[in-house]
């Protein structure tokens, strides 16, 4: 699997599903790259019924040369989006080197498309082209073959209504957020191409938690309380940091707390980086976040566009910005954290564990 957003979160949606219905290995963590992808292959038993393969690119040629060795059965784009844009063209591009995925799928095979993506005409044409004989799409559209009916979205998870290859199905997604009830259509549409169990398949995932460092929650005890800690610090780009301000803005803070984001910089977005931080700006006001904390150079066109009653503080590195989180931190806030991996944000994730310890973790919240 493949995409500009959610590959790592979707992949273990799949292993999980996978899992509870035969034997199954998978990528660890995000071992995507020409290093990554080999080593999952060299440890992949012979005895396992189903194996999943995350494969990532930021340059055109990386995908073709890993899928090859690969050869998948069953390919997903979780979608197209405006990553890595220092080193493409544009858009389109970026979705030219995400449909290598194509060249490697076996004969018979078939690939799953997000069907609500402006990318999809052309990932089709190019999935025809490499002759493909089943093409599957998911999403909101009319015609999508995995279609989301209804979600009622939570604070630590969503209830979804789909239809999945012509089966109606309802569950318990135990990952919160809009873009992972879209993505979860794709994993059972799979899940069903591989001749899994769609009932089985569907409560499995009630039971897949967030991936480390891309919405895993966690209390922490503060003075007077405890205030929640929703730790995004993976990576970073401007279709996941709008979908984790949304999961934000969901969440619910008690008594005086407070929305609290806290940014590091999107990298390898090119010349069109600082306009992209400042559009981030919209994602701040329509969901509701009360303070924002900016960490970088490229973080800076946020900051001027914030109101000054949105300003919690700025720096221009991860352990500058520490101590002005840790200062501003209260009973009833929801923190979220998120950004590039260079931005490492993981290290104020790490402060702020270490210096308001929680009891547990929050990811297990029901309906």
């Known amino acids: 699997m493949t ?80 990553v890595h844009l220092e080193f493409f063209s544009g858009i ?107 009932a089985v398949a569907a409560l499995t995932l009630s039971r897949v938690a967030p991936a480390a460092g891309r919405g895993q929650r966690r209390p922490l005890d503060v003075s007077g309380g405890e205030a929640t800690l929703i730790d995004e610090s993976y990576n970073a780009n401007p279709a996941s940091m709008a979908a984790a301000l949304a999961v934000l803005g969901r969440s619910s803070v008690e008594g005086k707390g407070r929305r609290i984001a806290v940014l590091g910089d999107m990298l390898e977005l090119g010349p069109d980086g600082g306009k992209l931080h400042r559009g981030l700006i919209d994602a701040v006001n329509d969901n509701d976040v009360d303070l924002v904390f900016c960490c970088g150079p490229l973080m800076r066109h946020l900051w001027d566009a914030l109101s000054s009653g949105k300003r919690g503080g700025y720096a221009n590195d991860a352990a500058s910005l520490e101590s002005q989180v840790v200062g501003a931190i209260r009973a009833g806030d929801v923190i979220m954290v998120k950004g590039s991996l260079g931005s490492k944000m993981k290290t104020i994730v790490a402060t702020l564990e270490k210096r308001f310890p929680g009891s547990a973790a929050l990811d297990d919240a029901a309906v």
Not at 3 to 29: C, D, N, P, Y
Not at 73 to 78: E, G, M
Not at 103 to 132: C, M, S, T, W, Y
């Open 92 to 198: 389109q591009a970026i979705a030219d080197a995400k449909a290598e995925i194509f060249q490697g799928v076996e004969p018979g095979g078939a690939v799953v498309l997000n069907r609500d993506n402006a990318q999809f005409a052309r990932l089709q044409k190019h999935a025809k082209a490499a002759g493909i004989p089943r093409i599957i799409s998911f999403g909101e559209h009319a015609k999508a073959d995995a279609r989301l009916r209804d979600v009622a979205l939570h604070p630590a998870c969503s209830a979804v209504h789909a239809t999945i290859l012509k089966q109606d199905v309802t569950y318990k997604l135990a990952i919160p957020g809009r873009h992972m009830a879209m993505n979860s259509l794709a994993v059972l549409a799979l899940a069903q191409l591989a001749g899994c169990d769609l």
């Open 3 to 82: 995409g500009s957003v959610g590959k790592t979160s979707t992949k273990e949606m799949l292993r999980g599903v996978l899992t509870a219905q035969g034997e199954t290995h998978a990528s660890i963590a995000s071992f995507n790259n020409h290093w990554g992808v080999p080593l999952t292959l060299a440890r992949c038993p012979a005895t396992v019924a189903y194996a999943v393969f995350e494969i990532g690119m930021n340059h055109a040629g990386e995908i073709a040369t890993l899928v090859r060795m690969v050869r998948p059965h069953l390919a997903v784009i979780t979608t197209v989006e405006p």
